[in-house]
C-alpha cells in the first residue's frame, strides 16, 4: 500500500496475521517477543497443544521478491533463538513447537494476499 512506512507495513501484517491465526483455532500467547539475540513476531499454541512460533512478512509488492522469501537462514537463527528464550522463560522446553511463515501481499485496493506456511522450517541454532 502506498505511503504506508515500513513499520506500519509490519504492523499492518502482524495484526492480519493474528486475525488469520484466530480464525483458524490457535491461541496468540505474545506477540513481538524480544530477547537477547533473538525475537519472534507471534507465539501462539495451536489446537492440539504446539507452541507455533511464527515469522510475519509483509510486502506491498513484489519488487523485492515473494515476502516469505526474506526469511532467509540467519533470520531463522535469530527466530529460534527467541523461541527459545521464550520456551525457557515460560519452562515449556519439552512441550512440541514448530515454526510457521505467514507472508502477506497487501493491495493498494486494501485487499491482501496471506499464505501460511505450516512448519516453515526446523529449529536454527
Known sequence: MKGMTNLALGTRGEELAADHLQAAGYRILERNFRSKG????????????????????TRSSLAFGLPQLAVTP???RQIAKGALSWLARHRRQQQAARFDVI?????????FDLEHIINAFDLAY
Open 38 to 57: 533473538g525475537e519472534v513476531d507471534i507465539v501462539a499454541q495451536d489446537s492440539g497443544g504446539t507452541m507455533v512460533f511464527v515469522e510475519v512478512k
Open 74 to 76: 540467519r533470520k531463522q
Open 103 to 111: 507472508a502477506i501481499l497487501l493491495h493498494d485496493t486494501g485487499r
